[in-house]
């Protein structure tokens, strides 16, 4: 029993090492990441160029901070020269925070009428002077690139 037990922790510590290795460091402009190594991501969203919606609907445009997406992963990064609690209010109103790390941010996002379909944010704070926010759908990864961010 005490082997299977064994086995199963050792095939679960592979895993861990193998995913962990998936990701790769990429440059940021203003901050790097290690990201997927399949990750494409692509900047959605240049700084000060984004849309909203008025009180008829139509979409009008608004400064923005930059933003970037990799469908292929359901990845999206968002970069703010702001205190992250002011960011994640300003990008996903309503967001319900779940987890406070040190400079990491956990929200739950999945109630929020813009997420883009998904469930959590993961704010990482330089101080109150500048933020990564990461979306997506797996926790994990999330919390593997957060982790990573090194602001410059």
């Known amino acids: 029993m005490k082997k299977i037990f064994l086995g199963m922790f050792c095939l679960l510590m592979l895993i861990a090492c193998v995913s962990a290795s998936d990701l790769v460091s990429e440059d940021f402009e203003n901050f790097t990441i290690d990201i997927p190594s399949d990750a494409s991501f692509v900047e959605a969203i240049p700084a000060g160029t984004s849309w909203t919606g008025d009180a008829n609907g139509n979409l009008v445009p608004v400064d923005s901070n930059p933003y970037w997406h990799d469908e292929g992963n359901g990845l999206s990064i968002e970069y703010g020269d702001k205190d992250y609690k002011k960011m994640i ?11 406070d790390d040190g400079d990491i941010h956990t929200y739950d996002i999945s109630d929020c009428e813009y997420n883009n379909d998904y469930k959590y944010a993961v704010c ?29």
């Open 124 to 152: 990482v704070a330089d101080g109150d002077q500048s933020t990564v926010i990461i979306c997506g759908n797996d926790l994990d990864t999330l919390n593997e690139m957060a982790k990573s961010v090194k602001f410059k």
């Open 89 to 99: 209010e300003d990008c996903y109103e309503g967001a319900a925070s779940s987890s």
